[in-house]
């Protein structure tokens, strides 16, 4: 079983920006894909961004749009995501998720584990 907990959630004004976290225990972090998603009120959970094993990054290009950075630290099992020049409609709650694969993928339903989500506000 692998655990994930996110944080270093919050609010935040447009433009600020945010580092949120997602420490993991149990397994092998080194050797799966770490995934962030989204989910905004009333809206259908979206992909943000992955990282693999070997370190390959996706992101989903709609709204990026070179605003965020994921990476990871297999030292600390820990996979970051710094968020900068924050929209409202960047507001959602944000998830990690893992997958024991070393490729990523955009569908969240092919991840293993989740953590429980860390709450992003950004007010206009």
């Known amino acids: 079983q692998v655990y994930l907990v996110e944080s270093g959630g919050g609010l935040v004004q447009a433009g600020g920006s945010l580092r949120v976290s997602c420490a993991t225990s149990?397994?092998?972090?080194?050797?799966?894909?770490m995934g962030w998603f989204r989910q905004a009120p009333g809206k259908a959970r979206e992909f943000v961004a992955a990282i693999t094993w070997s370190g390959s990054i996706a992101y989903n290009t709609n709204f990026v749009k070179g605003r965020f950075t994921i990476s990871r630290d297999n030292a600390k099992n820990t996979v970051y995501l710094q968020m900068l020049n924050l929209k409202p409609e960047d507001t959602a709650v944000y998830y990690c998720?893992?997958?024991?694969?070393?490729?990523?993928?955009?569908?969240?339903?092919?991840?293993?584990?989740w953590g429980q989500g860390t709450q992003v506000t950004v007010s206009s």
């Open positions: 149990g397994g092998t972090f080194s050797t799966y894909t």
């Open positions: 998720a893992a997958r024991n694969s070393r490729w990523y993928s955009e569908h969240g339903e092919l991840y293993d584990y």
